[in-house]
């Protein structure tokens, strides 16, 4: 039976914490709705009630970035794969904030050091949602893929912010994702 909320709770954020992929969903005015897996380890935070970061980190495409200028509507949703089934579903707006702005200066020193880090998305929570994830099936974490990180550090700065440019500054939709400034 769902549930809904005005803000997380601490049982909520318990929950939140023990998860190891969530899921982020945005969309413009026009075009594709955007939902992508997210993960590793301490990436997300929940900073209080009303509030969550997560570190976005490079990827093929800058969907999120591209939509949240368009339309700052967020979706932000955990299944539990293990112990009682649950979904939980935050929504909410958000911004994207870029190594030259403030928001992202401030809110670093939260995050591990991760190569190819790309953004901070900070969201404000409207309500939130609790659903049984009865039909979620039970599945064992092994650990963390190391792939990215091991492709951002061969990568090294520089070939990064290339990529960047080449895969990362329009959507797939051809929405500008402001990552390398105005």
Not at 17 to 33: L, M, N, P, W, Y
Not at 82 to 110: C, S, V, W
Not at 153 to 159: D, L
Request: glycine share 6%.
């Amino acid at each position: 039976m769902a549930k809904f909320f005005d803000e997380i709770t601490p049982e909520l954020k318990e929950f939140i914490e023990a998860q190891k992929i969530f899921f982020v969903a945005t969309a413009a005015a026009d075009g594709r709705i955007n939902l992508s897996p997210k993960g590793l380890a301490d990436t997300f935070k929940v900073m209080d009630n009303k509030r969550v970061l997560w570190l976005n980190l490079t990827g093929s495409g800058n969907e999120t970035a591209a939509h949240l200028l368009q339309n700052n509507r967020i979706t932000v949703m955990f299944c539990s794969f293990e112990g009682k089934p649950l979904i939980l579903r935050l929504y909410g707006t958000a911004k994207m904030y870029h190594e030259r702005d403030k928001g992202f200066q401030d809110n670093i020193h939260l995050f591990p050091e991760i190569p190819g880090t790309r953004q901070i998305v900070d969201m404000t929570i409207e309500s939130v949602q609790t659903s049984c994830g009865y039909a979620v099936p039970f599945m064992d974490f092994k650990e963390e893929r190391q792939q990215l990180n091991s492709w951002a550090e061969k990568q090294g700065r520089e070939r990064i912010e290339n990529y960047w440019k080449e895969k990362n500054t329009k959507s797939i939709d051809g929405l500008e994702t402001k990552i390398l400034g105005d």
